[in-house]
């Protein structure tokens, strides 16, 4: 598992304010004489990105709840998560359903997936639209199990900083890699240097960008001695790159945070951008390191021709020490007054440690009941899920010298003040069908400021996906794309400016026409022998190749029933595992049984071993004796070599 930054050893520092511009005076933001002229990251506003969240279905090696989870295998839950903070993941085309209890408006508690490209989309969309330029993407040891994972968000990232005008570079952080000094390297030129080929690769001083994150460090997790550390940044500077340090508080002193004897190394990058989370907690706090470290730090920088990156936080929400913006603005402010021209954001989806602008939860509305999250309310003060975006977007306006100086907070915490969410649809209805789509129609919302669109969600195995977004003055919609001769279930909600989304409408279901060879199985009751952890039954016949079932473990025979609804001509079975190359070939051995009432069952087949091979898709094809009819099939397991227990992701069953 990833390393947490708050890890660090806290540094001390003294409490006490510095005086102060009074409150009415203002003044233009003066940047300092930078060492490089403005490029991708110098007069820039740099945010760092994780991009470390999994979840169980959708299709990341890694296969489980990536940093959602203290246990990755199991689904998170108010007694096994690694989150303190809630995402609001109403703008998510995906998301996946956890073990939380409902939020408390009512609704499904799902997180979004970072392996999604939906996901990274949305969060790079929303950089662009707030005023982030740049985004470094935090990589760590990438030689371990989380490797391909890291590698195919690279990808990720590249995709949707192209598709959204926005900036990325490589942030490599060395947190417990020993192996740190041959493995950078390589990794570098075999895998991430390919990326500064697209026009979206950051760029200063006409040289790609990289960042490491942790020479010089004081603790043990970055024991590394200065020559090795000195070794991969001259490297790097070979390589023709420009070099960023993500350095210790305290590297112009080289004590506390720092290891003593790093002057050189710290001295060889091109530019520093020194750490600040744990270190202040309130304006006092940083308001003392605008005097002890942001004012001499830039001053050393700029004696050495160096460029300066320090931190802007927003806040822990468990450490409620954000009090609605202003100790986020105080350090825009603070950097302003200093003339510093670059800062970087930490960080932007950072829910683990709580410090993370992109949109959260505002309340306990949008929090799952009795997860003992707070919202952005937890100072008495309502906040949009968006309000640490604008605020970003202020801040970096205010350091490039497009808004005023001023030490009082311009960001409303409330768009317009608007906390009243518009009102549901209404008689939503299906107006058309064809093979592949479904038209639907249905009557205005309404709102105290103004309906902005209308989200469109398909309903699967009960739980909704938004699939579409319609205008403001759209009353009807097509959903295309749809398989033929299958059922489909949507609902509609309706969105405002600031952010508030509706109830959702009554759901409507219609059925696509077509001789398409029809799934009888999807969505309809499915039971089990038994189930490991949350891998229930219902997984077996949701539509998705990435959920699954799996019975009890080292418990064979195991045994999984569907019933069709009605005695149904059945003539093949499909049955599918994830189709993850992680899912190695296996041969799983399957009897089928077959009645009309669930529990008085005869055999339709007899037990035979099937192989499942990920190159050829998974699959296994069961064919029944001509003129079978039956409505429960069950489908019972004896052995499978591939794991100890029965194993069906897709139980497609299809009629004669």
Same mark, same amino acid.
């Given at each position: ?464 996906? =938004? ?10 919609? $097509? +959903?295309? @794309?749809? !398989?033929? &001769?299958? #059922?489909? %279930? ?88 994830? =189709? ?10 399957? $009897? +089928?049984? @077959?009645? !009309?009432? &669930?529990? #008085?069952? %005869? ?54």
């Amino acid at each position: 598992m990833g390393v947490s930054r708050r890890t660090i050893l806290q540094a001390a520092t003294a409490a006490g304010a510095v005086g102060v511009l009074g409150a009415g005076q203002t003044a233009l933001a003066r940047p300092a004489a930078a060492a490089s002229p403005p490029g991708d990251v110098v007069g820039k506003v740099t945010v760092g990105y994780q991009g470390w969240f999994a979840c169980a279905g959708d299709g990341a090696p890694i296969n489980g709840w990536w940093h959602w989870s203290r246990n990755w295998g199991q689904s998170p839950s108010a007694g096994n998560n690694a989150i303190v903070a809630w995402p609001d993941v109403r703008d998510y085309p995906a998301t996946y359903r956890t073990a939380f209890g409902d939020l408390g408006n009512g609704q499904t508690a799902t997180l979004f997936s970072s392996y999604d490209q939906s996901t990274v989309d949305v969060h790079f969309r929303w950089m662009k639209e707030y005023g982030i330029d740049t985004a470094a993407l935090q990589r760590f040891n990438p030689t371990g199990g989380e490797g391909p994972t890291r590698d195919v968000m690279a990808s990720r990232v590249r995709g949707a900083a192209e598709s959204q005008g926005v900036k990325f570079y490589i942030m490599y952080d060395v947190s417990d890699w020993t192996g740190m000094q041959h493995d950078i390297k390589a990794d570098w030129t075999a895998k991430m240097r390919a990326h500064t080929a697209s026009p979206a690769y950051a760029r200063q001083n006409g040289r790609p960008v990289v960042c490491i994150w942790g020479f010089g460090f004081n603790d043990g997790q970055r024991p590394f001695a200065p020559e090795p550390c000195l070794d991969v940044v001259n490297w790097f500077k070979a390589q023709g790159c420009y070099v960023i340090g993500g350095v210790p508080t305290w590297w112009r002193r080289g004590d506390r945070d720092s290891r003593p004897g790093f002057s050189g190394v710290y001295h060889a990058f091109d530019m520093l951008s020194p750490w600040l989370v744990g270190r202040i907690g309130n304006a006092a706090d940083a308001d003392h390191f605008h005097e002890v470290a942001t004012v001499p730090d830039l001053a050393e920088c700029a004696a050495h021709g160096i460029d300066y990156q320090p931190c802007v936080l927003p806040g822990g929400v468990t450490e409620r020490q954000r009090a609605h913006g202003d100790f986020m603005w105080r350090q825009f402010w603070n950097m302003g007054r200093a003339g510093v021209p670059s800062v970087y954001i930490s960080m932007f989806d950072e829910y683990n440690e709580g410090n993370q602008i992109a949109k959260t939860a505002e309340s306990q509305e949008w929090i799952p009941a009795g997860s003992g999250l707070l919202g952005l309310d937890e100072d008495g003060t309502a906040c949009s899920s968006d309000y640490y975006l604008r605020l970003t977007g202020d801040g970096g306006r205010m350091l490039k010298g497009l808004a005023p100086l001023t030490p009082v907070r311009p960001t409303p915490p409330l768009l317009g003040g608007d906390t009243v969410p518009p009102t549901a649809p209404g008689d939503l209805r299906v107006t058309a069908t064809t093979d592949t789509s479904v038209s639907l129609a249905w009557t205005a919302s309404t709102d105290n400021t103004g309906v902005t669109g209308y989200r469109i969600r398909r309903v699967t195995g009960g739980t909704a996906t =938004p699939i579409a977004t319609a205008p403001a003055n759209a009353t009807a919609f $097509t +959903v295309t @794309g749809l !398989t033929a &001769g299958a #059922a489909h %279930t949507f609902d509609v909600q309706a969105l405002d400016a600031a952010g508030s989304v509706s109830e959702p409408s009554a759901r409507v279901t219609a059925t696509t026409g077509g001789s398409a060879d029809v799934d009888l199985a999807l969505n309809r009751p499915a039971t089990a022998s038994g189930s490991t952890q949350s891998y229930g039954p219902g997984n077996a016949v949701d539509g998705s190749p990435h959920t699954y079932w799996e019975s009890a473990n080292h418990a064979f025979p195991q045994w999984l029933q569907v019933d069709l609804g009605s005695v149904t001509g059945v003539r093949r079975i499909v049955l599918a595992l994830p =189709p993850a190359v992680a899912w190695a070939t296996r041969s799983q051995t399957v $009897t +089928v049984q @077959g009645g !009309t009432d &669930g529990s #008085a069952l %005869t055999p339709l087949l007899g037990a035979a071993a099937y192989t499942f091979d990920p190159s050829t898709g998974n699959t296994a094809t069961l064919t029944l004796p001509a003129g079978t009819a039956t409505r429960h099939l069950r489908l019972v397991f004896t052995a499978n070599t591939g794991w100890p227990a029965g194993q069906v992701a897709q139980l497609r069953v299809h009629g004669a």
